[in-house]
């Protein structure tokens, strides 16, 4: 796969988890993500938390993509994160993603964002 590949790779995982899903196709069965306050998980858990933090909102979150650099087997994407929850509250927060791939498909991510506001605006307990 070429860096492009990767990117449109990665921005395509970002659609699906702004959905509440991953897509297995873009990622190795073995694929963990680190995030922030969690430490690193594993993709049946990380699966079960995307889906749920989803089901919260009132309507999809939506994920402006403001920028991605690719080198290698590494792509970065910048992107902020808008939706109202079903109690109101609003979840504005910005994230960084740093995705590593091997042969073709993201195998490890880690996601850097705002884990007070994400903590405060979802209760602080567990998804």
């Known amino acids: 796969m070429s860096i492009e590949d990767n990117r449109l ?6 659609e699906g988890l702004s959905k509440g899903f991953i897509d297995a196709a873009l990622v ?4 963990s993500w ?4 969690r430490g690193i998980i594993n993709k049946t858990d990380f699966g ?16 402006t ?20 929850l079903k109690n109101g509250r609003i979840y504005s927060n910005t994230y960084h993603f ?13 996601e850097y964002n705002d884990s007070k506001h ?3 605006v979802f209760g602080g307990g567990e998804f």
Do not use: C
């Open 65 to 84: 993509i403001h920028g991605s650099t690719a080198e290698g087997d590494r792509v970065a994407i910048e992107a902020e994160a808008y939706g109202e």
């Open 98 to 110: 740093l995705f590593l791939f091997r042969d073709g498909r993201i195998f490890q991510a880690k």
């Open 48 to 63: 079960k938390i995307a889906k749920t933090v989803n089901g919260q909102f009132k309507s999809r979150v939506v994920m």
């Open 34 to 37: 680190w995030v922030p306050g």
């Open 9 to 14: 790779t990665a921005l395509r995982l970002i």
């Open 118 to 120: 994400a903590a405060d």
């Open 28 to 31: 190795t069965e073995d694929v």
